[in-house]
């Protein structure tokens, strides 16, 4: 199994970086290697109270979550309907 490294809490003020499963592109996607991450206050909530609550409707448990959904970085591989215009 290819693994890639991931940031993420899974407790009070908890920061771990972990091994994850590397994931493939489904046919309309594409995989990006980030290479840099901003961190905003949705982030330092998660961080805050220790995860992310699952089916918070009917009052679920937290769960782990990684950190930084506002990323910038280079694309890795893509699926098979996607087309791309590679510049230079
Ligand atoms: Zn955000």
Redesign the pocket.
């Known amino acids: 199994m290819a693994t890639m490294k991931s940031v993420r809490t899974d407790g009070v003020g908890k920061i771990d970086v972990v091994d994850v499963e590397r994931p493939g592109p489904g046919p309309k996607d594409v995989l990006m290697k980030v290479r840099a991450c901003?961190i905003?206050?949705?982030?330092v909530t998660f961080l805050h109270i220790g995860g992310i609550p699952a089916r918070a409707h009917l009052g679920g448990d937290l769960v782990p979550v990684a950190l930084g959904?506002?990323p910038a970085g280079e694309i890795v591989e893509v699926g098979r309907s996607v087309w791309a215009r590679r510049s230079g």
Request: with cysteine.
């Open positions: 901003g905003c206050g949705t982030d959904h506002e």
